[in-house]
C-alpha cells in the first residue's frame, strides 16, 4: 500500500500553496459579444442584471480576497461595479468567439500576481448560493486539492449515438436494458454543471488547465443547477430563480423620491397663501415597516421644488427620515451617500418616478417605481406597483422589500440546513 500511495503522490504535479496568506480571486467572465441571448449578462432576470446573482453569492460568501469581472463591455462593467466587484479590462485578444476561459483567465492571472487561486463563477449559474462556494473553497484552502469543480447528479440512461445513414446498431453505454435499474436503487451519474471552477494559478499559467493535479467536485443539488445559454433558457431559469435563488442579506438602506411617490405630486395652496402636500397614512405606514424592519429611509427632494423645500422640516418630523436635497440627476449625490456609508449599490433600494431616476433604479439592489411613472423610470425599474404616487405605492413597495428580506432570511436558514445534510 505503501508503494502505490508513493507512486501516486510522484504522478500528480506539486502545485501546493506555499504562501503564508492565499489571495483567492473570484472571477466572472462576461463578453459583451454573447450571440444567443445579446448583452445576455446584463439583461434582467427577475428584476436583477444575470451577473449580479453570481457576484451577490460570491460577495456575501465572504470568502474572496477579490471579486471580479473580466470584460470588453463599458455597460457590463458599469453594472459589475454597481454590485461591488473590480473590473479587468480584457484585451482583444481574448474577446473573440473562439477565445477560452483558459485564455481570459490567465490573461487575468498574469495581470494580477498577488492571486494566488481562483474561482472561475459562470455568469450563467444564477442559482448558485454562498455556501455552494463556501463548502468548494475548503477543498482548496484546506484539503489541499488544486482544483474543484462543480457537478450534478443526474439520473440519465446513454445509448450511443448512431450516425445518419448507418447500418450500426445503437447500444447501452450506462445500463442493462435486462435490468433496468429503478432510480431509487440507482446513484445516476456526476456531470459538469458549469457553475464554477476553481484551481490554483500554477495549475492554470504553468500546466494550462482548469481541472488537474489533486482534482475534486463539489456536487450542488440539481434545483440550483441552472444554465442559461439560448433565449428559450430565459423564463425558465425566472422561475427557477425565483423560487431557488439567492437573495442577498437584504437593503438596509432605501432612497424614496417624495414628490410622485411619497406624495401624488399635486400641491394645495390654502387661502392664506400656505403651500400643502398631502402624504397618504398607508405610505406613512410603510416608512414605518422599512425602519422596524432596520432599514433606512432617505427622503430626496429636488432643489427644482421650491414648495417641497420649504416642507423639509415638517417631512422630517412627520416621518422621521432624513430629507436630502438632489439635482436634476439625483445619481451623483445618492451615490456619494451610497460610498459614505460604505456600502455597494446591491444594499440599496430606490423609488423613483421621473426618467432622471433611471440611473439610479438601474443601480440599485431594489427598485421601484409607482404605476403613473414616466415611461423611461418604468423601463429601468426592477418593480412597478400596482398603484400610483402617493396612494398607497410606496407601502406596496415597503412590503416587497420586507418580503425579500425575510426570504433571504428563510433561504439562508435553509442553505445551513442542507448543506449540514447534503
Given at each position: ?147 474543484v469543480f462543480s457537478v450534478v447528479r443526474r439520473h440519465q440512461f446513454r445509448w450511443k449515438e448512431v450516425k445518419k445513414g448507418s447500418t450500426e446498431c445503437t447500444h447501452p453505454e450506462n445500463l442493462d436494458p435486462a435490468r433496468r435499474p429503478r432510480r431509487q436503487d440507482w446513484d445516476g451519474e456526476l456531470y459538469e454543471n458549469g457553475s464554477f471552477y476553481i484551481c490554483t494559478r500554477d495549475l492554470i499559467l504553468k500546466e494550462g488547465r482548469l481541472q488537474g493535479g489533486k482534482v475534486a467536485y463539489f456536487e450542488m443539488e440539481p434545483q440550483h443547477s441552472v444554465d442559461i445559454d439560448v433565449d ?191
Amino acid at each position: 500500500t505503501g508503494a502505490l500511495k508513493k507512486k501516486k503522490t510522484a504522478d500528480i504535479p506539486d502545485l501546493s500553496l506555499s504562501h503564508t496568506h492565499t489571495h483567492v480571486a473570484a472571477l466572472v467572465l462576461a463578453r459583451g459579444g454573447s450571440k444567443g441571448i445579446p448583452l445576455k449578462n446584463i439583461k434582467l432576470l427577475a428584476g436583477v442584471p444575470l451577473i449580479g446573482w453570481v457576484l451577490r453569492a460570491a460577495l456575501d460568501s465572504e470568502r474572496f480576497d477579490s471579486v471580479w469581472v473580466s470584460t470588453d463591455h463599458d455597460d457590463i462593467e458599469k453594472v459589475a461595479k454597481s454590485w461591488g466587484a473590480r473590473v479587468h479590462r480584457r484585451s482583444p485578444e481574448v474577446s473573440r468567439d473562439g477565445s477560452t476561459s483558459l485564455e481570459t483567465i490567465q490573461e487575468f492571472l498574469r495581470s494580477n500576481a498577488d492571486v494566488d487561486v481562483v474561482c472561475n463563477v459562470q455568469a450563467t449559474s444564477p442559482c448558485l448560493h454562498p455556501s455552494h462556494l463556501q463548502e468548494a473553497l475548503k477543498k482548496v484552502l484546506e484539503d489541499g486539492y488544486d482544483s474543484v469543480f462543480s457537478v450534478v447528479r443526474r439520473h440519465q440512461f446513454r445509448w450511443k449515438e448512431v450516425k445518419k445513414g448507418s447500418t450500426e446498431c445503437t447500444h447501452p453505454e450506462n445500463l442493462d436494458p435486462a435490468r433496468r435499474p429503478r432510480r431509487q436503487d440507482w446513484d445516476g451519474e456526476l456531470y459538469e454543471n458549469g457553475s464554477f471552477y476553481i484551481c490554483t494559478r500554477d495549475l492554470i499559467l504553468k500546466e494550462g488547465r482548469l481541472q488537474g493535479g489533486k482534482v475534486a467536485y463539489f456536487e450542488m443539488e440539481p434545483q440550483h443547477s441552472v444554465d442559461i445559454d439560448v433565449d428559450i433558457d430565459w423564463p425558465v431559469a425566472e422561475q427557477r430563480v425565483l423560487r431557488y435563488g439567492y437573495f442577498g442579506q437584504g437593503v438596509c438602506l432605501m432612497f424614496l423620491k417624495v414628490s410622485g411617490c411619497l406624495t401624488d405630486g399635486k400641491i394645495f395652496l390654502s387661502a392664506s397663501g400656505e403651500d400643502m402636500l398631502c402624504v397618504h397614512t398607508r405610505d406613512s405606514e410603510g416608512i414605518g415597516m422599512l425602519k422596524k424592519d432596520n432599514v433606512e429611509v432617505v427622503l430626496l427632494t429636488s432643489t427644482n421644488d421650491a414648495v417641497t423645500q420649504s416642507l423639509t422640516e415638517k417631512l422630517e418630523k412627520l416621518t422621521g427620515c432624513e430629507v436630502m436635497a438632489v439635482g436634476e440627476e439625483p445619481l451623483q449625490e445618492v451615490q456619494a451617500v451610497v460610498e459614505r456609508k460604505k456600502l455597494d449599490w446591491k444594499d440599496v433600494a430606490y423609488m423613483g418616478n421621473d426618467a432622471s431616476d433611471a440611473s439610479c433604479l438601474s443601480l440599485a439592489g431594489l427598485s421601484a417605481v409607482p404605476a403613473d411613472a414616466q415611461e423611461g423610470a418604468i423601463n429601468a425599474a426592477k418593480y412597478t406597483c400596482r398603484l400610483d404616487g402617493g396612494v398607497g405605492a410606496l407601502r406596496e413597495f415597503a412590503e416587497h422589500v420586507v418580503q425579500q428580506k425575510e426570504k433571504a432570511k428563510s433561504q439562508m436558514k435553509q442553505d445551513r440546513i442542507d448543506r449540514n445534510n447534503f
